[in-house]
């Protein structure tokens, strides 16, 4: 007797076996896809209906029949209950109560009634143990079902429910152009429908040979295993191509720090092959000390678990390279991480420009201020030469007082605390200006706004009387803010002369002048307000620009450097139209938390 059908049964089981751990593993790299772990349930079911049917067609007594068959119905219900599942996700239908309802419809019949009845749900008795001769001479017991019952055509009828939704799936997504797709799912369908249509022909005796439904979810096992991984082959090779022309450094890794895919750019800047890279860990390519900070951006993003940005310095070659990284962890169904993601971008050249963009600035800056300086001279001169003048005249009354020998040492006592008292007030003049020409950039320390706006308008008051401006200021105390001194003495001193080359159209009596300091929430606000002509409407938003300016012989400079430096400072500046005549300058600065805190204690 030539034994073809039963190995050939064994040899499915095989072949379905393999396909299973296949797409377990495809499902291992891929958790959020549950399309290839579906599918390897099926795999798995059809190999053990062919197991089943094997031990149905060598079964030597009617009952060891009944129990193979039961066992072969159940996992025949449950092929086709999983495919459904399986059509559902692989054609990304939304209605997902029929799978439901068509699963458990099969399911119920196949692990429930078949069970229940005496002879399950293929036989309405005992059958009588046939044998079948195949024309190869092999000789199996007779699997077909003679007498029908009533939940044998139910469960017909709920599998073939089961391959119309199916068939209607496909139609619909080649409709909505997914055509490859719904062809390989069709050509699997009509496999599984045609070979399971010949078992029931078989069944009404109208051909006498065996069962080849297992044959059949073979080839919807080999058609949709092929479209399936030819399906994860293109998507792979779609996204390589993809992240290969990203210009950035692009990879991932799995929770114990193997790379699973990096892109060309990580393999050109490490000069190795991507096949020498995957499956291995940071510790196998980098130097130790890139490898601890690697690590430790890992283990931040892991513990989040939500996207983070790191910025890094790495040597290349020997050579210092800045990197900007965006790192995030994929998260599987269960919102658990299964991967981490990175994103970096070379930004070497971008620091370098931006440190020699800061640079510029600092000159333009200190340009401004000298030029400020050189043209409030006069203003300075008169600040400097009220108190040298008092010195001299002090020092010359002292001088006599000891020459007549009538010296009374508590008068000479006033006139040294006189001299040192203008000695102070003209070294302040000079300190203050100082510290606003200086080019060097100071550290940023605590600055009292009201303290610094009082000071600049002690070297501008000369200026301010020559122009016959009348000043009101509303300081108040306790407005301290980190900052660079001398950049915001600069501010202050821009936006005070702006305003009084603002008023200088205006007659004398109507030349105003509030400036004002007061603490806003959490930050320090203070506002230049003038009683010029103002700035026209369309111009109001313009005027921070660099090179705009509304005097003739202005630079249109000093606004930009005021906005510049505030924003430097992580404040804001704007301007406003009043509602008189002339325009206010609004600068908010935050305040500085420690001193806040220590005043509010």
Same mark, same amino acid.
């Given at each position: 007797?030539?034994?073809?059908?039963?190995?050939?049964?064994?040899?499915?089981?095989? &072949?379905?076996?393999?396909?299973?751990?296949?797409?377990?593993?495809?499902?291992?790299?891929?958790?959020?896809?549950?399309?290839?772990?579906?599918?390897?349930?099926?795999?798995?079911?059809?190999?053990?209906?062919?197991?089943?049917?094997?031990?149905?067609?060598?079964?030597?007594?009617?009952?060891?029949?009944?129990?193979?068959?039961?066992?072969?119905?159940?996992?025949?219900?449950?092929?086709?209950?999983?495919?459904?599942?399986?059509?559902?996700?692989?054609?990304?239908?939304?209605?997902?109560?029929?799978?439901?309802?068509?699963?458990?419809?099969?399911?119920?019949?196949?692990?429930?009634?078949?069970?229940?009845?005496?002879? $399950?749900?293929?036989?309405?008795?005992?059958?009588?143990?046939?044998?079948? +001769?195949?024309?190869?001479? #092999?000789?199996?017991?007779?699997?077909?079902?003679?007498?029908?019952?009533?939940?044998?055509?139910?469960?017909?009828?709920?599998?073939?429910?089961?391959?119309?939704?199916?068939? !209607?799936?496909?139609?619909?997504?080649?409709?909505?152009?997914?055509?490859?797709?719904?062809?390989?799912?069709?050509?699997?369908?009509?496999?599984?429908?045609?070979?399971?249509?010949?078992?029931?022909?078989?069944?009404?005796?109208?051909?006498?040979?065996?069962?080849?439904?297992?044959?059949?979810?073979?080839?919807?096992?080999?058609?949709?295993?092929?479209?399936?991984?030819?399906?994860?082959?293109?998507? #792979?090779?779609?996204?390589?191509?993809?992240?290969?022309?990203?210009?950035?450094?692009?990879?991932?890794?799995?929770?114990?720090?193997?790379?699973?895919?990096?892109? *060309?750019?990580?393999?050109?800047?490490?000069?190795?092959?991507?096949?020498?890279?995957?499956?291995?860990?940071?510790? @196998?390519?980098?130097?130790?000390?890139?490898?601890?900070?690697?690590?430790?951006? @890992?283990?931040?993003?892991?513990?989040?678990?939500? $996207?983070?940005?790191?910025?890094?310095?790495?040597?290349? @070659?020997?050579?210092?390279?800045?990197?900007?990284?965006?790192?995030?962890?994929?998260?599987?169904?269960?919102?658990?991480?299964?991967?981490?993601?990175?994103?970096?971008?070379? &930004?070497?050249?971008?620091?370098?420009?931006?440190?020699?963009? *800061?640079?510029?600035?600092?000159?333009?800056?200190?340009? @401004?201020?000298?030029?400020?300086?050189?043209?409030?001279?006069? +203003?300075?001169?008169?600040?400097?030469?009220?108190?040298?003048?008092?010195?001299?005249?002090?020092?010359?009354?002292?001088?006599?007082?000891?020459?007549?020998?009538?010296?009374?040492?508590?008068?000479?006592?006033?006139?040294?605390?006189?001299?040192?008292?203008?000695?102070?007030?003209?070294?302040?003049?000079?300190?203050?200006?100082?510290?606003?020409?200086?080019?060097?950039?100071?550290?940023?320390?605590? !600055?009292?706004?009201?303290?610094?706006?009082? #000071?600049?308008?002690?070297?501008?008051?000369?200026?301010?009387? #020559?122009?016959?401006?009348?000043?009101?200021?509303?300081?108040?105390?306790?407005?301290?803010?980190?900052?660079?001194? $001398?950049?915001?003495?600069?501010?202050?001193?821009?936006?005070?002369?702006?305003?009084?080359?603002?008023?200088?159209?205006?007659?004398?009596?109507?030349?105003?002048?509030?400036?004002?300091?007061?603490?806003?929430?959490?930050?320090?606000?203070?506002?230049?307000?003038?009683?010029?002509?103002?700035?026209?409407?369309?111009?109001?938003?313009?005027?921070?620009?660099?090179?705009?300016?509304?005097?003739?012989?202005?630079?249109?400079?000093?606004?930009?450097?005021?906005?510049?430096?505030?924003?430097?400072?992580?404040? +804001?500046?704007?301007?406003?139209?009043?509602?008189?005549?002339?325009? +206010?300058?609004?600068?908010?600065?935050?305040?500085?938390?420690?001193?806040?805190?220590?005043?509010? !204690?």
């Amino acid at each position: 007797m030539n034994a073809i059908l039963v190995p050939a049964l064994y040899g499915l089981s095989g &072949v379905c076996a393999y396909a299973m751990l296949t797409h377990i593993l495809i499902a291992w790299r891929r958790p959020v896809d549950r399309t290839h772990l579906l599918f390897a349930a099926v795999c798995l079911w059809v190999a053990l209906y062919a197991i089943a049917e094997a031990g149905a067609y060598r079964a030597e007594t009617a009952q060891a029949l009944v129990a193979f068959r039961r066992w072969q119905i159940l996992f025949g219900t449950l092929v086709v209950g999983t495919y459904v599942w399986f059509v559902a996700s692989y054609m990304d239908t939304t209605r997902g109560w029929v799978p439901a309802a068509l699963s458990a419809w099969i399911v119920l019949l196949g692990a429930g009634v078949n069970f229940a009845l005496p002879y $399950g749900i293929s036989y309405i008795s005992l059958p009588a143990l046939d044998h079948l +001769s195949l024309p190869w001479d #092999e000789q199996v017991v007779d699997l077909r079902v003679n007498q029908h019952s009533a939940w044998h055509a139910v469960m017909w009828l709920a599998i073939v429910a089961a391959f119309v939704w199916s068939i !209607v799936a496909c139609v619909q997504q080649y409709r909505r152009g997914i055509r490859r797709r719904a062809l390989t799912l069709g050509l699997a369908t009509v496999f599984f429908l045609v070979f399971a249509a010949f078992n029931e022909i078989v069944n009404f005796g109208l051909v006498r040979f065996v069962h080849l439904a297992e044959f059949g979810f073979l080839g919807a096992v080999v058609v949709m295993s092929l479209g399936l991984t030819h399906e994860l082959r293109e998507s #792979e090779r779609r996204l390589q191509a993809i992240l290969d022309n990203v210009p950035a450094i692009v990879f991932m890794k799995d929770l114990q720090g193997r790379y699973l895919m990096v892109n *060309r750019h990580f393999e050109a800047l490490y000069r190795q092959p991507g096949s020498t890279i995957v499956g291995r860990t940071a510790r @196998d390519i980098f130097p130790a000390a890139q490898v601890v900070t690697l690590l430790a951006t @890992d283990r931040k993003v892991l513990e989040t678990r939500r $996207g983070l940005e790191f910025e890094d310095v790495y040597h290349v @070659d020997g050579e210092a390279r800045t990197f900007v990284s965006l790192k995030f962890p994929l998260l599987d169904a269960h919102d658990q991480p299964y991967a981490i993601c990175g994103v970096s971008t070379d &930004v070497t050249e971008l620091r370098t420009a931006e440190r020699e963009a *800061r640079s510029l600035q600092q000159r333009i800056w200190h340009t @401004d201020r000298v030029a400020r300086a050189g043209a409030l001279s006069a +203003s300075l001169a008169h600040e400097l030469n009220q108190p040298l003048a008092a010195v001299l005249s002090n020092a010359q009354a002292a001088l006599r007082f000891l020459d007549s020998g009538k010296a009374d040492p508590r008068e000479i006592r006033d006139i040294l605390e006189d001299i040192v008292r203008d000695d102070k007030r003209a070294a302040a003049v000079i300190s203050s200006l100082r510290a606003m020409v200086g080019r060097q950039t100071a550290a940023r320390l605590q !600055v009292d706004l009201s303290d610094t706006v009082k #000071e600049m308008l002690g070297i501008l008051r000369g200026e301010m009387l #020559e122009r016959q401006v009348e000043v009101a200021t509303a300081l108040a105390e306790g407005c301290v803010v980190m900052a660079d001194k $001398g950049q915001i003495q600069q501010v202050v001193l821009n936006l005070v002369t702006n305003a009084l080359d603002a008023m200088g159209g205006q007659p004398p009596d109507e030349r105003r002048l509030r400036i004002s300091v007061a603490r806003e929430g959490g930050n320090a606000r203070m506002t230049v307000r003038d009683s010029g002509a103002g700035v026209p409407a369309e111009d109001i938003d313009k005027v921070f620009d660099a090179f705009r300016s509304t005097k003739p012989q202005g630079m249109g400079i000093g606004l930009s450097v005021c906005r510049s430096i505030v924003e430097s400072h992580a404040g +804001s500046i704007r301007m406003e139209q009043n509602a008189d005549r002339g325009v +206010s300058v609004h600068v908010t600065l935050p305040l500085d938390k420690a001193r806040a805190a220590t005043t509010a !204690v």
